[in-house]
């Protein structure tokens, strides 16, 4: 947590010093943020993914996330993307998941109403699933 709201910080102010450069510049997305998991560590489960999923996150990032991430113009919070059996039985994830396949994530802007807003983004963009999940407090998409 300490790492993300660091780089939300560092994220904020290169946007600030240079809009245009920082869009440019950071990668807002990384198939580690899409892996990694606090239960994964918890439990010692590997959520390393295999190649062919390596491709899907990718896909994930660059199709769907980062053209929302570009319109929302503020940081999102990835809470949970790529999911090995082991870790989505762990987390009570149904049996045919796309966050098996590295093909979805679930994430928050960090506010009901900063998630109102993405979603109205997202259903612009391409995906096969788009879920609102907890009341509002985070967002489902599959792609
Ligand atoms: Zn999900």
Redesign the pocket.
Known sequence: MKNRELMAAVVAMAEFASPAKAKEALVHFTVDELTRSAVASSMNIDNTPPAHIVGNIHRLIGDVLEPARLRFGAPIYVN?GYRCPQLNRAVGGVAR?Y?LQGR???FTTGTVDGNRRLWRILCDLPHVEL?W?GGGAWI?VAY
């Open positions: 949970s998941s966050h979805a994530a679930d879920i999940e489902h």
